[in-house]
């Protein structure tokens, strides 16, 4: 086993380019998350990886091995398919068999092998079960247990979660993990699924358009976002409009702000500040803080949670939502209200003009 480094990878199919000059190093034994939307290029590169599509350049390296310039079936990797791709004709035991006849496995090892993978992913007692008498999760069950069976140096899995219900979503999405650490295989998870992401992944790349916009373990992609777009993916993130005049701040369509501890640490120009909705807090009064800035506006609407209210608060030319755990049913903000908001610099983001992303710094 041994890390995989993907070198200036591109892709375009005719005149649409589709992957432009990816740059990745996963190490190994990782779980390592490609996320972004439909369209972004995550599922082009995992099937660049596995064989199926070749790069119109760059390389791909497992450890010393140029990967790319081998056909699909010597890679050894394993796949878990979005759509379970399990052969309706055969029996589970198999189903999970199948790569391994292709590497002349002897019947006892295979029996073996297929046993021990069965049990790992919970299929104990279902051997000779045709896949129509299984459930979703189940098919997907055996999809997993055919791609860990043959011992892959590689596992690639394609939004494999995405055709299950919410509940049982959570429940293999946590069992994958577990596995993973197990046996320590080095997992490349495609996935459009922030939560999902953030729950299962060392290291998570944000792409969009082609590009890898932030690759980064879980904590700094939500904290600390590089990009406007990684900031607006993961997670829900408020934006807030502002020009910096040198003098004077405005903040949204407000009137120009008074001199504050915040133009010290903007730029010249348009650009946007972003805060998570758990970062802000209800105060009261409309005073300045010299470690953050305050806003006032009126709520729009209050979502009661149970563990949490969201508020939305309209202020001039925007509108913030803000997260906060629920007070008491006396203190609990109508709509109509005006009320008062923190806006720490420490949970500040600064979003410049040309995507770029960063944490305020103070000149």
């Known amino acids: 086993m041994s890390e995989l480094h993907i070198l200036s990878v591109t892709k375009q199919f005719g005149t649409v380019p589709v992957l432009h000059g990816i740059d990745l190093v996963i190490r190994q034994g990782e779980f390592f998350t490609l996320l972004g939307p439909s369209g972004c290029g995550k599922t082009t590169l995992l099937r660049v990886l596995a064989g199926f599509l070749m790069p119109d350049s760059g390389s791909v ?44 496995v002897s019947s006892a090892q295979m029996r073996e092998r297929v046993q021990e ?10 051997a000779d079960r045709l896949p129509s008498a299984l459930s ?28 299950l219900d919410a509940k049982l979503r959570t429940e293999l999405r946590d069992e994958i993990r577990d596995l993973q650490k197990r046996l320590g295989i080095t997992t490349i998870y495609v996935t459009h699924d922030q939560e999902e992401a953030l729950a299962v992944s060392d290291r998570i790349c944000v792409m969009n358009r082609g590009r890898a916009e932030q690759t980064d373990d879980p904590f700094t992609i939500y904290s600390a976002p590089a990009t ?9 993130m408020n934006f807030i409009p502002c020009d910096n005049h040198g003098a004077s701040l ?19 120009g348009a650009f946007e500040l972003a805060i998570r909705p758990e970062h802000i807090e209800i105060v009261s ?3 300045s803080r010299p470690d953050g800035y305050v806003l006032q ?8 949670l149970g563990r949490e209210v969201q508020i939305k608060l309209a202020l001039n030319g925007y509108s913030l939502l803000v997260q906060t755990p629920v007070p008491s049913r006396r203190n609990l903000a109508r709509e ?11 949970h500040l983001v600064m979003c410049h003009p040309d995507g770029r992303a960063g944490a305020l710094q103070p000149s």
């Open 117 to 126: 993978a069965m049990q790992m992913v919970q299929l104990d007692g279902l």
């Open 136 to 163: 979703g999760g189940q098919q997907q069950r055996v999809g997993l247990a055919r791609a860990i069976a043959i011992r892959p140096q590689l596992l690639l899995m394609d939004e494999p979660l995405s055709n």
């Open 336 to 346: 109509g209200d005006r009320i008062s908001v923190w806006l720490p610099f420490a």
């Open 61 to 104: 390296m497992l450890g010393r091995q140029r990967l790319d310039l081998l056909p699909a079936h010597q890679r050894d990797i394993g796949m878990v398919f979005q759509d379970y791709a399990v052969f309706p004709h055969l029996t589970v035991a198999e189903n999970i068999g199948f790569g391994l006849k292709a590497r002349s």
């Open 285 to 287: 009064g409309t005073d």
């Open 297 to 304: 506006g009126r709520v729009e609407k209050t979502v009661y």
């Open 250 to 268: 405005r903040i949204g369509q407000d009137g120009l702000a008074q001199t504050h501890a915040l133009q010290g640490m903007c730029p010249r």
């Open 228 to 236: 406007r777009f990684a900031a607006s993916f993961v997670g829900t």
